[in-house]
């Protein structure tokens, strides 16, 4: 039972363009959000995050959306970049320790 | 700068072979984890250690055991490696935001 789902498992975007993957997830005692980024044969790196006390985030140009009603979050990269095509997984942590991921949306963006 | 270092970085084990992982971070965080990676899985957490000396269960702990040695290092055993245990293997350790990870272990069970 997937608690944390990204339905997408890939996306394509062009250069400049917005991308927008998103996450759901079941459990609402999650209570902070995060965003990985993978590139191949490397570990996941920190990207953004959000509280679920809030309801946007946004850190260059990166911008995480949360709607807690909805049990939904997003991430927006605004403009996209060739450099940006890894695989991006949504996180949630419960009690501050237990994170857990989603399957991961791989983007590729053209040139 | 070390931050996590996991080793080994590959590993090929027969059926029923054991084996240990071994995870080491440099940052002062009290919190540790193992997770897996499988195609189309995502990382799915096996254990977590919210400081020393307590150890958790994560999504999928079976087939698996932790040790959390001290603050530093969170090992992982496989006392009898099975094919469904292939996968790559993540440590990572957190403060109170985001984690940080290693760089993984490839591990084949044949």
């Known amino acids: 039972d997937q608690q944390v789902k990204q339905n997408s498992p890939s996306l394509s975007v062009q250069e400049g363009r917005i991308s927008i993957l998103n996450c759901d997830y079941t459990n609402s005692m999650f209570d902070y959000f995060l965003w990985y980024k993978k590139y191949p044969a490397e570990g996941p790196t920190f990207l953004i995050s959000i509280s679920s006390i809030k309801d946007k985030n946004e850190d260059g140009r990166f911008t995480v959306f949360l709607n807690k009603s909805a049990k939904h979050l997003s991430l927006h990269i605004v403009p996209s970049q060739p450099g940006d095509s890894a695989v991006y997984f949504c996180a949630a942590r419960e009690g501050g320790f237990k994170t857990i991921f989603g399957a991961g949306t791989r983007l590729f963006v053209k040139a | 700068n070390a931050g996590v270092t996991q080793t080994p970085k590959f590993q090929v084990l027969k059926t029923g072979q054991s084996m240990t992982l071994q995870c080491a971070q440099d940052?002062?965080?009290?919190?540790m984890y193992w997770y897996r990676q499988d195609p189309g899985m995502g990382l799915r957490l096996i254990y977590y250690s919210a400081s020393e000396g307590t150890t958790d269960k994560g999504e999928v702990p079976n087939g698996y055991n932790v040790s959390r040695l001290n603050k530093r290092e969170f090992s992982l055993r496989l006392e009898s490696a099975a094919p469904s245990q292939t996968s790559v293997y993540f440590c990572?350790?957190?403060?109170?935001?985001?984690?940080?990870f290693g760089q993984g272990t490839r591990l084949t069970v044949v």
């Open positions: 990572a350790s957190s403060g109170f935001t985001e984690a940080f």
């Open positions: 940052m002062n965080h009290n919190s």
